[in-house]
């Protein structure tokens, strides 16, 4: 393999193929970056075996080939190369990977091509049509809410539904649910379901950055994976076997107390409040104070209490109706759920300290977070 391209092409797509990098592996293959020609472009790729992520780059190709490269000493490399161009060659005979730029010179020890393990090749016919910022949001209102204990790995895995024209993303981990819907611009082919674990999802989101691209989502019958297709940039994601719980049946059909108020002011007191919270158990007291007439102002106390550092309170104007409630969170969870409501106001519905709560933004009726109460001391 001979091949000339940019010095930031080149440090772009290791930063992009880099995170699927297996950091710990009884394979040392799976510590390597495969570089290969490609249709006259560069590709890279990275696996753990879970996630796989490939990027195409520009390139000038002399000689076609391929080689995988130790990730870091290569990423690390790249980055401190002077001048624009770099000048990649091959001695396949002893898997040594000259890199030239500048007035530099090095040479990287490498392993053959064939002890990568392979990616699939997707057939992109039938592929679902996703729009990149809106899934891109969607990922972001939901994969947070997904459990991270390994013990329940169904749990940390995202569920993803396609009906038609309708997508709908949810995660769960036992003490919160977060449901994001869509509507697709194109109805899918046929039906989908499928549990992708978060983190890849979160990639996903990261990979996409800010970008307006067509993003295509397969999922190859038989092979346990979804693939998707950015411009010049596939992510592939090994699927969660299991049966999803049944989420529907945690969201609660009707409340006694409706509270209405300002998305910004609560995060705000939640983010107050959990500066005493995280010295115990994250455990913060909403206090939600009714008055006579139905949708009159009224407020909203949230307190937190920290035997080594002391207690906060902060009152938040509100709209409620119902009765007063005085209801505990994990506050780190209220605040994550808030912090991805786009909307200005927020309601909470409740029936009662020790049912779940549900939170909807208000205008928005694609997206809605469930959050457990905790025990009142």
């Known amino acids: 393999m001979k091949?000339?391209?940019?010095?930031?092409?080149?440090?772009?797509g290791l930063g992009l193929v880099s995170r699927a990098v297996s950091p710990r592996s009884t394979l040392p293959v799976l510590g390597n970056i495969l570089i290969a020609s490609d249709e006259g472009r560069?590709?890279?790729?990275?696996?753990?075996l879970e996630l796989g992520i490939t990027a195409w780059i520009p390139a000038r190709i002399e000689q076609e080939g391929s080689t995988t490269v130790p990730a870091r000493t290569?990423?690390?490399?790249?980055?401190?190369?002077?001048?624009?161009?770099?000048?990649?060659?091959?001695?396949?005979?002893?898997?040594?990977?000259?890199?030239?730029?500048?007035?530099?010179?090095?040479?990287?020890?490498?392993?053959?091509a064939q002890e990568f393990p392979p990616l699939p090749v997707p057939n992109l016919d039938g592929a679902v049509q996703l729009n990149i910022s809106d899934f891109r949001?969607?990922?972001?209102?939901?994969a947070f809410a997904a459990s991270t204990d390994e013990?329940?790995?169904?749990?940390?895995?995202?569920?993803?539904?396609?009906?038609?024209?309708?997508?709908?993303?949810?995660?769960a981990d036992g003490f919160r649910l977060s449901v994001r819907k869509a509507t697709l611009a194109s109805p899918a082919p046929s039906p989908l379901s499928a549990i992708i674990p978060?983190?890849?999802?979160?990639?996903?989101?990261r990979l996409a950055g800010d970008g307006s691209q067509p993003l295509q989502m397969v999922l190859p019958k038989l092979r346990g994976q979804v693939v998707f297709r950015l411009k010049d940039v596939e992510l592939t994601s090994q699927l969660i076997d299991g049966a999803f719980p049944d989420y529907q049946q945690i969201i609660p059909r009707k409340y006694t107390t409706r509270t209405l108020v300002s998305t910004n002011s609560l995060l705000k007191a939640c983010k107050q409040a959990e500066i005493f919270a995280r010295e115990g158990s994250n455990v913060a007291r909403l206090n939600i104070k009714s008055t006579s007439g139905e949708l009159q102002p009224s407020e909203l106390e949230i307190s937190a209490v920290s035997e080594e550092t002391g207690k906060s309170e902060t009152i938040v104007e509100a709209t409620v109706d119902g009765g007063g409630v005085l209801i505990a969170f994990n506050v780190k969870f209220l605040r994550e759920a808030l912090e991805v409501v786009k909307t200005p106001n927020v309601a909470l519905e409740m029936s009662a300290a020790n049912a779940p709560c549900v939170l909807r933004p208000v205008g928005d009726d694609?997206?809605?977070?469930?959050?457990?109460?905790?025990?009142?001391?």
């Open 366 to 377: 694609q997206f809605l977070h469930v959050i457990m109460p905790m025990h009142l001391g």
């Open 74 to 112: 290569f990423a690390d490399l790249v980055a401190t190369l002077p001048g624009e161009q770099v000048m990649l060659s091959l001695d396949t005979r002893t898997q040594t990977l000259n890199v030239r730029g500048g007035t530099s010179t090095n040479d990287i020890k490498c392993i053959d």
């Open 42 to 48: 560069l590709r890279l790729s990275a696996t753990n």
């Open 3 to 12: 091949a000339t391209v940019l010095q930031e092409n080149l440090a772009r």
């Open 137 to 142: 949001e969607m990922i972001q209102q939901v």
């Open 151 to 171: 013990a329940r790995p169904v749990l940390m895995g995202v569920l993803l539904q396609v009906e038609k024209d309708k997508l709908t993303l949810a995660a």
């Open 198 to 205: 978060a983190r890849s999802l979160t990639e996903l989101a």
